[in-house]
């Protein structure tokens, strides 16, 4: 990988130690900047971040990682850093799905045989809608494995891009603007509910949005990513491991991390941004700490907030007019073992038949720990289920509301988990956490989580650029190409590297 080194040191602000920031704090500092790093929470990792309880270690937000193979973006980054990666096993399979009223689950494999199998199984006559998805992943793996600039903003952008086509790129263009339910119903499997609704369950943990919605050149990598020769991986020990990792390489190249410092505003010289206002929660003093670049971690809503006055009216227009992004309810459980059936899959997802007020559509997704991944005491386990869920449902309301309203989904989602799970009195540890948790703990507006969305208009060549329209500001994150993941944030992360490096 190109190693550049500054001629002279120039200073960057990191702003948010989630996975993203710190990616690009990490490299920056490897390739000879100088990298401060300032966060709002207690601890580094952002969504992908853990609490403990009672002996417990749970993961607040994501709770598995790609990119960890060779090639991958996980692998290549830490192999650049001169780090280890962190231990951690493959997921197999990837997940179980349980439609509604069903008892056998849809195994996603990432054996690719087996997946092949159970696609025929599970939806007959869906094969060519399923060879068009893998088509397109791998015309769409190889375009992002030569690191195109999406979407492009200047010239160099621009060169990154046409050196990252080939002639089989051209055969994703006529998808450009097609999302997964055009291509059911060009395949023929439009009107296979059974299928819709696996995949709606399914691209909701990716894109944030139904089939309808999403991307089909999206749809195309997320749901293949899980497969051969990619997959999806549990770490062990928590995702915290993740960021740790980060944090170790970036102090050992010089740069700096300050957890529970805020970063209040970002200013600018003429129309460069130059500094931010920091403040320390602990003692209260706030400065102005100048920087050459200002690499912020954080949403494209949060990014408008921080500029004030100083955010252009088009891109503070384009913001407004955003879909509403979505937030998540989240249960965490520690357990006794037998609570958990045995070969119980490490991820799992249930739709419920029937009226609920959990989540947007009466859906979990569930995690659970393994026998010795450093997550719980011995002979106990971690359930971790969450949904997604309305952020405007728990915007406004009174304290005492929230707090009835947190019981009931608390409530509801304990008795659905215990149709899978043996829960009765088996319960040692319960936690639960809403879109105000998120809020407070990762300083998300309204703790939205997972990123934009990805319809049409705000993925890839359409999406929100890594450079802002202010000199000198970049944003990463799951605001950004290619959206939501530690892999994909960390993407995003290395772009922005690389344009910084291409500006001396």
């Not at 780090?83 to 509604?100: G, H, N, T």
């Not at 319960?430 to 105000?436: A, D, I, K, N, V």
């Not at 969305?453 to 950004?480: E, H, K, Q």
């Amino acid at each position: 990988m190109l190693n550049l080194v500054p001629a002279k040191q120039k200073n960057v602000v990191v702003i948010g130690a989630g996975i993203g920031g710190l990616t690009a704090a990490a490299l920056l500092a490897r390739r000879g900047y100088g990298v401060k790093v300032f966060d709002q929470a207690i601890v580094p990792g952002g969504c992908a971040s853990t609490f403990s309880r009672r002996g417990f270690t749970f993961d607040v937000g994501a709770t598995q990682v790609a990119g960890l193979e060779p090639g991958g973006i996980h692998h290549r980054i830490f192999e650049e850093l001169g780090i280890a990666l962190p231990e951690a096993e493959l997921c197999e399979p990837a997940c179980a799905v349980f439609l509604p009223g069903e008892t056998e689950p849809i195994n996603v494999w990432r054996d690719g045989a087996k997946w092949k199998a159970e696609r025929e199984r599970q939806f007959p006559g869906s094969d060519r809608f399923w060879q068009l998805l893998a088509d397109l992943f791998r015309y769409s793996w190889a375009f992002q494995g030569r690191d195109p600039i999406l979407p492009p903003r200047n010239l160099w952008d621009l060169g990154q891009l046409i050196q990252a086509l080939r002639p089989d790129t051209l055969l994703t263009v006529p998808h450009t603007f097609s999302t997964v339910g055009d291509a059911l119903r060009s395949c023929g499997v439009g009107s296979d509910r059974r299928l819709r609704t696996f995949l709606d369950m399914q691209l909701k943990l990716y894109s944030q949005v139904n089939a309808e919605e999403t991307a089909l050149l999206y749809a195309a990598t997320a749901m293949a990513v899980s497969q051969e020769p990619c997959g999806l991986y549990h770490l062990t020990g928590s995702m915290q491991v993740l960021s740790d990792r980060l944090v170790e390489a970036l102090e050992r190249d010089g740069g700096s991390l300050k957890m529970r410092h805020t970063v209040e505003a970002i200013s600018l010289d003429k129309h460069r941004a130059n500094s931010v206002t920091v403040r320390d929660q602990k003692t209260g003093n706030t400065w102005v700490e100048e920087a050459d670049h200002v690499v912020a971690n954080v949403t494209v809503q949060d990014l408008v907030r921080l500029l004030g006055d100083h955010a252009p009216q088009g891109y503070r227009q384009r913001v407004a007019k955003l879909s509403q992004c979505s937030g998540a309810f989240v249960l965490y459980l520690g357990v006794k073992a037998e609570a958990v059936p045995e070969d119980c899959p490490p991820h799992l997802q249930f739709l419920y038949d029937g009226d609920g007020i959990i989540g947007e559509n009466n859906s979990l997704f569930v995690s659970v720990s393994k026998e010795g991944d450093g997550r719980a005491p011995a002979g106990m386990k971690t359930i971790i289920a969450s949904s997604f869920t309305d952020i405007s449902a728990w915007r406004s309301i009174s304290e005492s509301d929230y707090e009835h309203k947190k019981q009931c989904y608390t409530d509801e989602a304990i008795d659905r988990l215990k149709g899978f799970f043996n829960l009765e009195d088996n319960i040692v540890v319960q936690e639960s956490g809403t879109p105000r948790t998120f809020a407070k703990y990762t300083a998300r507006e309204d703790g939205i989580v997972g990123g934009l969305g990805m319809r049409i208009p705000t993925f890839g060549p359409f999406g929100f650029a890594n450079r802002t329209p202010i000199d000198g500001l970049w944003l990463v994150g799951d605001s950004t190409h290619p959206g939501e993941g530690t892999a994909g944030v960390s993407y995003s992360a290395l772009t922005v590297v690389r344009q910084i490096g291409a500006e001396g």
